[in-house]
């Protein structure tokens, strides 16, 4: 059998997809993350809870209405962002003038109500999510066994991600919030209308977490607790990458997640703390983070 | 005379507590050049901010082409048919010199093509696909006012384009500024370059502590030089 520093070679692949799959929601979540706080300068608290909502809404559809995986994959999100828009108007925008510990405050309160209502309501044990028929089964690729859901997953994940970094790089919405960023006042003064353009990024931002939330499900089952488990994870991804960098978030997003996958194998004791020490490295050595400006 | 182009009454500015502006009138006539002179802090930079919205707390009365500015929110007053060149350029250093010409919607009809723009301003178009901020200071002037040309804005606001410039460039803004005039564009300039000011000016506001103290034409600009000698300690 072949073997890798004593490491069977499936043992090893099979953590490393793990650490790819952990990774590809990292970096959709921490890509939320850096777009809604590039603008809004506001830092997300509530990004877990709208992971955790997309799944769930996923689990509504379903449940109660037979839509099943492929419409949610659409409706969840938007729903999410629905719920964002409501938070942005009502909540958000009246703190914008305020010091940015009050955003965190006022996301950390509305993540704990989201999260307890849901508690609540389903408890902590899990609702199963059935993976779509299309992607049950698995390739056999000799060294490994990749289970086609998994793969889709990577696969969807790096074309969320893709997608977001054109739309902000390559047009107009794009330039308009990477200008707005700078200089919000003038963009204004030149008749965009800036606060729009902040719902429509917080919006975006939670409707990103709400697709996560709905790959999630099949993978990881639907549970209230799903958000509180990652955003930790995904707040120490979006430091060592670096505040507000879009492509830091989403490099370091899947990159940990390898990291992670491998600790598990060599070192498993510390797989759990691996990328919050990784986190303190970089906090001393580059406190503006890998690919943040300093 | 006609009605103005635009018309400001009584306006009053503050920064917080701070009041700096007291009750200052204005009027810029349909293809006029108005320079607005004034020692530094006079509140000339605070004028233009008020007229454009992007400073909120001010009072008394602003009209363009008749329609009221005050109440508007600051994303329509561009609409009203103004161009902002800010004092410190505002180019955006995350967006490529193309970018940042583009970036301002269309307000109206009849602004600059691309074309116009790029044979205007030759600079531009050689580095089109550089970063803003990275232009020397007089290209990132030239691309400030190129940037609202497109927009088909009929009244600009511009703030010292000639600041910190080299005497070459001040004449290239000065001939880009008489191009806009041939142009029939209406223009209001804020200025402290006196010997710039005179050559494009066709009428003159002087401003001191936060009032207007003076105001007169071209034509009448000699028998004023004494007492502006000693108002802009010229
Ligand atoms: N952001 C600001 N906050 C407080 N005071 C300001 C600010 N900007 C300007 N001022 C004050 O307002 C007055 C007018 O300034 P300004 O309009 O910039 O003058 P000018 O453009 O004529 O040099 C000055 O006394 C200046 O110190
Ligand atoms: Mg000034």
């Known amino acids: ?294 | 005379m006609t009605e103005p182009l635009l018309q400001v009454k009584g306006l009053q500015a503050w920064y917080g507590e701070s009041h700096v502006l007291h009750g200052v009138d204005l009027q810029v006539h349909r293809g006029e050049t108005v320079t607005l002179l004034g020692r530094n802090g006079a509140g000339k930079t605070t004028t233009l901010k008020s007229i454009m919205g992007v400073l909120r707390k001010r009072q008394g009365e602003i009209r363009l082409n008749g329609k009221d500015l005050m109440g508007l929110p600051l994303h329509q007053i561009a609409y009203a048919g103004l161009g902002f060149v800010p004092e410190e350029r505002g180019i955006f250093s995350g967006l490529s010199v193309h970018e940042n010409l583009m970036l301002p919607p269309k307000v109206a009809d009849g602004g600059f093509t691309l074309d116009e723009i790029y044979h205007l301003f030759p600079n531009l178009a050689e580095r089109r696909n550089s970063q803003g901020t990275k232009l020397s200071g007089g290209e990132q002037q030239m691309l400030a006012i190129a940037r609202i040309l497109r927009t088909g804005a009929n009244i600009l606001l511009l703030d010292e384009p000639t600041e910190g410039l080299a005497p070459v460039i001040v004449q290239r803004i000065g001939d880009v500024i008489r191009a806009l005039k041939a142009k029939g564009m209406t223009i209001l300039l804020v200025e402290q370059n006196f010997r710039f000011a005179r050559k494009v000016a066709d009428r003159f506001y002087v401003m001191e502590d936060g009032h207007m103290i003076d105001t007169f034409t071209a034509d009448e600009l000699e028998g004023r030089m004494d007492s502006l000698n000693e108002t802009l300690g010229l």
């Open chain 1, 1 to 294: 059998m072949v073997t890798v520093f004593g490491i069977s070679l499936p043992a090893l692949m099979g953590q490393l997809l793990i650490g790819l799959i952990n990774g590809s929601f990292y970096a959709m979540l921490s890509l939320g993350l850096a777009v809604i706080f590039g603008m809004l300068r506001v830092i997300n608290f509530a990004h877990g809870a709208q992971y955790m909502l997309g799944a769930f809404f996923a689990w509504f559809l379903l449940r109660y209405a037979g839509i099943g995986f492929w419409p949610a994959l659409v409706l969840a999100p938007l729903g999410v962002a629905l719920v964002g828009v409501v938070i942005e108007k009502v909540l958000l925008s009246r703190i914008y003038n305020l010091d940015h510990l009050y955003g965190l405050l006022l996301t950390f309160g509305l993540a704990l109500v989201i999260e307890g209502l849901f508690r609540h309501w389903y408890g902590t044990s899990g609702q199963p999510y059935s993976i779509p028929s299309t992607f049950q089964g698995a390739f056999n690729l000799g060294f490994m066994i990749l289970p086609k859901y998994r793969a889709f997953v990577i696969v969807a994940s790096v074309i969320v991600c893709l997608t977001t970094w054109l739309l902000i790089e390559k047009t107009k919405f794009g330039a308009y919030l990477r200008a707005a960023t700078e200089n919000p006042t003038l963009v204004q003064a030149f008749g965009v209308n800036v606060p729009r353009l902040l719902t429509l990024t917080y919006a975006i931002g939670a409707g990103l977490a709400g697709l996560a939330g709905v790959l999630a499900a099949p993978v990881y089952q639907v549970s209230p607790l799903m958000g509180q488990n990652i955003v930790i994870i995904v707040f120490a991804v979006v430091v060592i990458g670096g505040m507000g960098s879009i492509m830091g978030a989403v490099v370091t997003g899947y990159v940990l997640g390898l990291v992670e996958g491998l600790t598990k194998v060599f070192y498993p004791e510390a797989s759990s703390t691996v990328i919050f020490v990784i986190m303190v490295l970089v906090l001393l050595v580059r406190p503006a983070g890998l690919f943040g400006k300093e």
